[in-house]
């Protein structure tokens, strides 16, 4: 090993830079940006000469700087605010996967509960992303989600924000709320019970209005609505052992899977209950946990790929830029019945 490469890496050898590959070459700096520009103007025999000195030597664009050059990055800033919600990295990872096969990277700010959030917004804005995807941002108001994206193209994912400036994905959830209370109906459940996540999102609340109201229509008694705080396992865990103790609950719809199987361990664990012959449990999303033998719960499947390739193909064709009319895109889920719902029996 030579002293330039001794142990710990100091003293490594720079990376070469296109300045130092051209002068090699013999060719301008600007025709070695060219090779490594899809699409860009160059002659074949040019670029597969720059290309393969580039191999020998090792040399690979510095994209950093080569975005500060350009008005466009194809970078795109993920905005989300909900990591403990095992939703949320499976929509990350398939979204990601999505920009990459359509030549776009992604970089992702955390916005933790309880932080500074305009200390940590205002990276969004300090990075030369050319567009800003928001994933259910549950902490951030309409006013801040405007300020967060201004000047740049912007997709709300799973969330909808009023006052139209806004492009938004989102699973059809009224639709699911009423296809839970009709599953709860046909199987003969005439007490049901709600429990929410964070009561004030726009998420809960169309899941919650539109249970309710399909509830009431179908001549069902709504025995309980409970507020979990959060969408968390530990928060449908309090949830359900209040269920429990309030007591002639036939069923319980929970606003998404995490919290439903916090319940059903309570239930059975703690409250003594069984899932679902004494009370039949329902979730939202269809995250993964949601199909394990331990759990195998009765969902509302939200349509993942199908808002990922929505949301992408907004970016790609422009439609959510600035000045562009804000458009909101729900999309149809499915009905999952698994094993924790079941007919009721008098009791």
């Given at each position: 090993?030579?002293?330039?490469?001794?142990?710990?890496?100091?003293?490594?050898?720079?990376?070469?830079t296109a300045r130092e590959l051209a002068r090699l070459i013999g060719v301008s700096q600007s025709a070695v940006s060219r090779a490594f520009t899809p699409g860009a103007s160059i002659?074949?025999?040019?670029?597969?000469?720059?290309?393969?000195?580039?191999?020998?030597?090792?040399?690979?664009?510095?994209?950093?700087?080569?975005?500060?050059?350009?008005?466009?990055?194809?970078?795109?800033?993920?905005?989300?605010?909900?990591?403990?919600?095992?939703?949320?990295?499976?929509?990350?990872?398939?979204?990601?996967?999505?920009?990459?096969?359509v030549g776009l990277q992604s970089l992702l700010f955390n916005i933790a509960k309880g932080s500074n959030l305009e200390h940590q917004l205002s990276a969004v804005r300090r990075y030369?992303?050319?567009?800003?995807?928001?994933?259910?941002?549950?902490?951030?108001?309409?006013?801040?989600?405007?300020?967060?994206?201004?000047?740049?193209?912007?997709?709300?994912?799973?969330?909808?924000?009023?006052?139209?400036?806004?492009?938004?994905?989102?699973?059809?959830?009224?639709?699911?709320?009423?296809?839970?209370?009709?599953?709860?109906?046909?199987?003969?459940?005439?007490?049901?019970?709600?429990?929410?996540?964070?009561?004030?999102?726009?998420?809960?609340?169309?899941?919650?209005?539109?249970?309710?109201?399909?509830?009431?229509?179908?001549?069902?008694?709504?025995?309980?609505?409970?507020?979990?705080?959060?969408?968390?396992?530990?928060?449908?865990?309090?949830?359900?052992?209040?269920?429990?103790?309030?007591?002639?609950?036939?069923?319980?719809?929970?606003?998404?899977?995490?919290?439903?199987?916090?319940?059903?361990?309570?239930?059975?664990?703690?409250?003594?209950?069984?899932?679902?012959?004494?009370?039949?449990?329902?979730?939202?999303?269809?995250?993964?946990?949601?199909?394990?033998?331990?759990?195998?719960?009765?969902?509302?499947?939200?349509?993942?790929?199908?808002?990922?390739?929505?949301?992408?193909?907004?970016?790609?064709?422009?439609?959510?830029?600035?000045?562009?009319?804000?458009?909101?895109?729900?999309?149809?889920?499915?009905?999952?019945?698994?094993?924790?719902?079941?007919?009721?029996?008098?009791?």
């Amino acid at each position: 090993m030579s002293d330039s490469e001794h142990a710990g890496g100091k003293g490594r050898r720079k990376p070469i830079t296109a300045r130092e590959l051209a002068r090699l070459i013999g060719v301008s700096q600007s025709a070695v940006s060219r090779a490594f520009t899809p699409g860009a103007s160059i002659a074949a025999e040019l670029r597969e000469k720059i290309l393969r000195h580039a191999a020998e030597v090792d040399y690979h664009p510095n994209a950093i700087a080569s975005m500060l050059s350009r008005s466009r990055s194809n970078i795109v800033g993920i905005v989300v605010s909900d990591m403990q919600n095992p939703f949320y990295p499976a929509l990350i990872e398939k979204l990601s996967r999505a920009l990459q096969q359509v030549g776009l990277q992604s970089l992702l700010f955390n916005i933790a509960k309880g932080s500074n959030l305009e200390h940590q917004l205002s990276a969004v804005r300090r990075y030369n992303v050319d567009a800003v995807i928001v994933i259910s941002a549950t902490i951030l108001s309409g006013a801040t989600l405007r300020w967060v994206t201004e000047g740049r193209a912007a997709v709300l994912i799973n969330r909808v924000v009023d006052g139209g400036e806004l492009s938004c994905v989102a699973c059809d959830n009224i639709a699911g709320g009423r296809a839970i209370a009709d599953h709860f109906h046909q199987l003969g459940h005439r007490r049901v019970a709600y429990v929410a996540g964070l009561a004030h999102t726009s998420t809960n609340l169309e899941r919650q209005n539109a249970f309710i109201t399909r509830v009431a229509e179908l001549g069902m008694t709504l025995g309980g609505h409970f507020d979990g705080g959060e969408y968390s396992y530990a928060a449908g865990r309090r949830a359900a052992l209040e269920v429990a103790a309030k007591g002639n609950i036939d069923a319980v719809f929970f606003a998404n899977d995490i919290l439903a199987a916090g319940g059903i361990d309570a239930f059975r664990d703690e409250a003594g209950l069984r899932v679902p012959e004494d009370i039949s449990v329902a979730g939202f999303d269809d995250i993964a946990m949601a199909g394990w033998p331990r759990y195998s719960i009765t969902t509302f499947r939200q349509p993942l790929d199908e808002m990922v390739q929505v949301t992408v193909g907004m970016i790609e064709d422009g439609s959510c830029e600035p000045g562009q009319s804000a458009t909101i895109r729900r999309l149809s889920g499915e009905l999952i019945v698994r094993k924790t719902t079941g007919p009721f029996v008098s009791r």
